[in-house]
């Protein structure tokens, strides 16, 4: 079945430092990738995705680029503050019996430090 | 517009009762899905319905059960309470459309604040 791995945390950066979060996945054709953000005690928000190979998804400074030939979809993002700490799940979207389902990672934390 | 809202937001129930959750998705979204979230499992899918039909469903026991109404609104309900089913439940809301995952129609789930369901 379709599956998402990424790295585990906590994830600590000072303020302005450079992140990536890795995520690779096991999927049987051609799903859409996606990266969640989850801050305390709030659901998840979409913070960017990408539908087909070579996509990138942006956001709020977060970019993501489909790679399919490593079937890898790591977030990065070039300056980090401390209001990004949250919790970022990566996910993808499969087909399943006449339906789609997001498939999550287990969850990356991360803590910005002044 | 609105979003996708949960009620109720906290929950508190004894082992062996049973429980009701709610989920109202955005105007114009036929599809709902819940998902369990806790600390040791992460996020898992429940199931999925589309226009009053059940269209996918995970790996959880029969105790775990759901139904959508003709306005689309969403009920989950959980029998027989365990501990173990203490959990965030989360409800996401999207357009609905089935077919290749990479048609722009298939993605967009939008995600409610959850009911936290504490089992005693």
């Known amino acids: 079945g379709d599956s998402v791995t990424q790295m585990e945390g906590p994830v600590t950066l000072s303020e302005e430092a450079f992140l990536t979060i890795n995520c690779t996945y096991t999927a049987t054709g051609y799903p859409s990738l996606f990266w969640y953000v989850q801050y305390p005690g709030e659901g998840l928000q979409l913070l960017l995705k990408a539908t087909k190979a070579d996509d990138k998804g942006s956001n709020k400074g977060f970019e993501a680029t489909y790679r399919k030939e490593t079937t890898s979809f790591h977030l990065e993002k070039g300056s980090v503050q401390v209001s990004d700490s949250a919790v970022y799940f990566c996910?993808?979207?499969?087909?399943?019996?006449?339906?789609?389902?997001?498939?999550f990672g287990t969850g990356t934390q991360l803590k910005v430090e002044l | 517009k609105a979003g996708v809202t949960q009620t109720p937001r906290y929950l508190i129930k004894t082992r062996g009762q049973q429980v009701t959750l709610s989920c109202s998705p955005i105007s114009g979204h036929r599809s709902v899905s819940w998902y369990q979230q806790t600390p040791g499992q992460g996020l898992q899918f429940l199931f999925e319905?589309?226009?009053?039909?059940?269209?996918n469903k995970g790996n959880f026991p029969g105790r775990f059960s759901g139904r959508q109404f003709s306005n689309s609104r969403s009920e989950m309900n959980v029998s027989t309470l365990e501990l173990g089913d203490s959990a965030l439940y989360l409800c996401a809301s999207s357009l609905g459309f089935s077919g290749p995952p990479s048609s722009p129609l298939n993605y967009g789930y939008t995600f409610g604040s959850g009911t936290r369901l504490t089992v005693v």
């Open positions: 996910a993808l979207s499969g087909f399943t019996g006449g339906g789609n389902k997001l498939t």
């Open positions: 319905y589309f226009s009053e039909t059940q269209r």
